[in-house]
């Protein structure tokens, strides 16, 4: 089945480790997008890809850094310079940056640095 | 892209509809209304869109306003699993950017 796909579910870590969240997609979209959710608080933008080897930061790139190598995989990883990493990171892909075009999402990472 | 707001909480009554409300009032003429849900702890998932017309699918009703500056989402029959955080975002046609999340409107619905 097609679809957008997050791993693991669940992740945890100590602090001062990077940590990377996978998500693969085989939608055959350009776009792909990382955001973060904090509890009780809607989603925010990390990072966003349109094509291959092309990535921009979004609102709170500080501290995550990606890369887009292939089209149909955008990993994240978590760096140790991120202060507060523990939250629900949820990916999503899309046919591209046009408006009328739907966004679809991964089940998300939920990580807990302790 | 445009701001929205949307009141914190609803709550309806199993079997009704329910009639969520959104206010777009900077909206510029390129940008479509979105919405998605997101159940507890699961990634967000696609409803409807629209442009300027009103749009119906099989889980919803979207109706825009002539002015375009509001918007309601209609589940006509809601189900106790339609209880979920519902969000109204307006994106630019050809945006680089992703769709911009603001808090949304927790459904209740109530047995």
């Known amino acids: 089945d097609g679809g957008i796909t997050q791993s693991p579910k669940y992740l945890f870590r100590k602090e001062g480790q990077n940590v990377t969240l996978s998500c693969e997609q085989n939608l055959n979209h350009d776009a792909m997008y990382w955001y973060r959710q904090d509890p009780g608080q809607g989603l925010r933008l990390i990072y966003y890809s349109q094509i291959v080897n092309d990535f921009q930061k979004g609102d709170i790139a500080e501290g995550y850094s990606v890369s887009r190598e292939k089209k149909e995989s955008f990993p994240l990883t978590v760096t140790s310079a991120q202060k507060n990493p523990t939250a629900f990171y949820l990916c999503a892909s899309s046919i591209g940056g046009r408006g009328g075009t739907e966004a679809f999402f991964g089940q998300g990472t939920r990580l807990t640095v302790v | 892209d445009a701001k929205t707001t949307q009141p914190p909480s609803m709550d309806c009554a199993e079997g009704r509809a329910a009639n969520l409300p959104c206010n777009h009032s900077t909206i510029s003429g390129n940008e479509y209304v979105y919405w998605y849900r997101q159940i507890h702890s699961q990634g967000p998932q696609y409803i409807i869109h629209?442009?300027?017309n009103n749009e119906t699918n099989e889980m919803a009703s979207l109706i825009i306003t002539e002015d375009r500056k509001s918007s309601t989402l209609i589940l006509p029959h809601a189900t106790l699993r339609d209880t979920a955080v519902y969000y109204c975002i307006v994106r630019a046609s050809g945006s680089a950017r992703q769709l911009t999340f603001g808090s949304g409107t927790q459904l209740t619905v109530l047995p």
């Open positions: 629209g442009l300027k």
